[in-house]
């Protein structure tokens, strides 16, 4: 459970007790503790999720997951040293030519593959939709002033230091693109879960041997390029919400999604296969229910619409 956030009857009583909720709250309350359907309206970024006016579906009412959940923006810490340590992953995994674009092909594959089963990604970027495909942009940035000849003495702790402790980039007169390859004594994967280095091993192997406009062709094709990319125009940037990595998944990683909503908007969405929980939410908005009347025990276990 997310620390910061106050456990669920403690939260429900807050919110009932608070002058300024709306008088929805109680019944998304409900919803909220058994795990029902809730819509969230007028959600713009983290910050402005947490104070949300909440409005239940009314009875005959069901919002598909799509029209839910492409209304959060779900966001992660971005890591540089996990960025770097991949890089040189990949490296040690024989992965070759390991230019700029082939990097961050892998990774957004790596951190989808990641993120579908475990539900955070391994690095924590913001990804945009570019010509090139879906692109880790704190990553990018990083990859181009490792790239740069900078102009003025870094300093020791500086991004780009960290680059040139792990990396060597090797650029021949025959070559285009310069290759990033792990020096020998500063490879290291403590940074990595066991499921991180998985997913980065699963990544080496699978995409690994592909040449860097085989991984753009392919990224062409995934929901997170091709659902932003309609109207865009050519050369523009336009974000990718990470709920769309989950567009085509299968059940268990969507309810992975409906897990991350949860925790970082409080909230419940609905899923594939949730019917009966759409209708018991919708039968429960004819109850005056009050948090009170509410026990303290996990009604979600109970009951027989219970997910877990």
């Known amino acids: 459970m997310n620390p910061t956030r106050p456990e669920p009857r403690r939260w429900l009583q807050e919110q009932h007790r608070s002058q300024a909720a709306t008088p929805n709250t109680d019944i998304f309350s409900i919803f909220h503790l058994l795990g029902a359907t809730a819509l969230v309206q007028n959600l713009t970024s983290r910050a402005s999720n947490q104070q949300a006016n909440l409005s239940a579906i009314r009875p005959g009412q069901c919002w598909c ?7 959060y923006n ?22 070759p030519d390991l230019t700029k674009l082939k990097v961050v ?18 690095i924590g970027d913001a990804y945009f939709c570019m010509d090139w495909g879906p692109v880790p942009s704190y990553s990018l940035n990083e990859i181009n002033a490792a790239l740069s000849e900078p ?7 500086s991004d780009v230091n960290l680059f ?3 990396l060597n980039i090797k650029k021949h007169f025959y070559q285009n693109h310069p290759r990033f390859e792990a020096k020998q ?17 699963h990544t080496a192997n699978v995409y690994g041997s592909k040449t860097a406009k085989e991984l753009v062709d392919l990224t062409h094709q995934e929901p997170t390029w091709v659902i932003p990319n309609q109207g865009r125009k050519q050369g523009s940037n336009i974000p ?5 990595f989950f567009e085509g998944a299968p059940e268990q990683s969507r309810r992975i999604l409906g897990k991350l909503v949860a925790e970082q908007f409080g909230a419940v969405i609905p899923l594939a296969g949730d019917a009966e929980y759409a209708t018991f939410a919708n039968e429960l908005s004819d109850y ?14 109970r009951s027989k619409y219970s997910r877990v």
């Open 65 to 71: 997951a799509k029209e839910v959940i492409n209304m």
């Open 74 to 95: 779900l966001t992660f810490e971005f890591s540089l040293e996990k960025l770097v340590r991949s890089i040189a992953f990949f490296s040690k995994q024989g992965v």
């Open 105 to 122: 092909k892998l990774l957004y594959f790596a951190d989808k593959h990641h993120l579908l089963l475990h539900g955070k990604p391994i």
């Open 151 to 157: 102009e003025v003495p870094l300093f020791e702790k």
């Open 164 to 166: 040139s402790k792990v």
């Open 185 to 201: 004594g500063e490879y290291s994967t403590s940074v990595f879960t066991q499921s991180e280095l998985d997913s980065l091993a």
């Open 240 to 244: 990718i919400t990470y709920d769309l």
């Open 288 to 301: 005056g229910f009050q948090p009170d009347e509410i026990s303290d025990s996990d009604v979600r276990s």
